[in-house]
């Protein structure tokens, strides 16, 4: 928090600060989530010296819930498109707080915290705010996006590859454009060996969705069998070079 505060940041003090910075930021790391839930209602000091929050002119001045919640969001998305991702967690849990879940904002602001959690490195706290907007907005991809890359960084544990791989793959079911294809396509790569047998398997059910014309499911499976093919060796008469013609047509 102390590190965005404008008055601490004068070039006269740079050199002094960055030591500071260097010293502090490893130990923050290494402590400051034992520490968030305490943390998490206290407001960043730079953000208390620009504007005057509940205590001041915005109560005084009656400012509606839905204000609340728009104010809280737009500085939120300011301190992430900064990286200022501590300064922007704290932001997007006051939003939190302004919201119920039956809010439309509330899957988008948890959307966004969770790709905070995500920066920060807490997998684990992205996973769940993932999950629970997934839960809030089913059909939205860009949540499942979230919640399949949280469990990626925590493939390591058990049930998180499948969790994983599911939910890249609903998200290319819900929204089949590039950057999802690719994120998908990445994970199965990462993480399945190269299997023939289910590249065929795949590209069938891949088959069985297109004849009932839902495309996003079929882009997935067939997304899927690509990941596992075996990788081309140059030099060498490609075993299969049908299949892998047949999937990429597909």
């Known amino acids: 928090i102390s590190m965005s505060c404008p008055t601490c940041a004068r070039k006269h003090a740079a050199g002094d600060w960055e030591r500071l910075r260097q010293a502090l930021v490893p130990l923050l790391q290494q402590t400051i989530f034992r520490i968030w839930r305490v943390a998490q209602g206290i407001l960043p000091r730079a953000v208390t010296n620009m504007y005057d929050f ?6 005084q001045t009656k400012v509606t819930r839905g204000e609340m919640q728009d104010f809280f969001k737009h500085l939120g998305n300011q301190a992430f498109a900064r990286g200022q991702f501590w300064c922007a967690l704290a932001l997007y849990t006051k ?17 966004n915290r969770a790709a905070c959690f995500a920066k920060l490195g807490d997998y684990t ?3 769940s705010d993932a999950r629970k907007a997934t ?6 991809a860009r949540a499942w996006i979230r919640l399949g890359q949280a469990a990626l960084c925590l493939a390591g544990e058990e049930g998180m590859q499948e969790d994983a791989l599911s939910a890249l793959s609903q998200a290319v079911t819900l929204e089949p454009c590039g950057h999802n294809v690719n994120t998908l396509q990445t994970a199965v790569v990462q993480m399945l060996q190269a299997d023939p047998d289910e590249v065929h ?4 059910k891949g088959n069985e969705a297109m004849q009932r014309g839902d495309y996003g499911a079929a882009t997935a499976l067939y997304t899927r069998a690509i990941g596992q093919l075996p990788a081309l060796s140059f030099g060498t008469e490609d075993q299969h070079a049908l299949l892998r013609t047949i999937v990429f047509t597909n």
């Open 54 to 59: 509940r205590n001041g002119l915005l109560r």
């Open 95 to 111: 939003c939190l707080d302004e919201l119920t879940e039956h809010d439309a904002e509330t899957a988008k602001v948890l959307s």
């Open 125 to 127: 706290a992205s996973l």
């Open 135 to 140: 839960y809030l907005a089913p059909t939205w």
């Open 201 to 204: 398997r795949a590209k069938e």
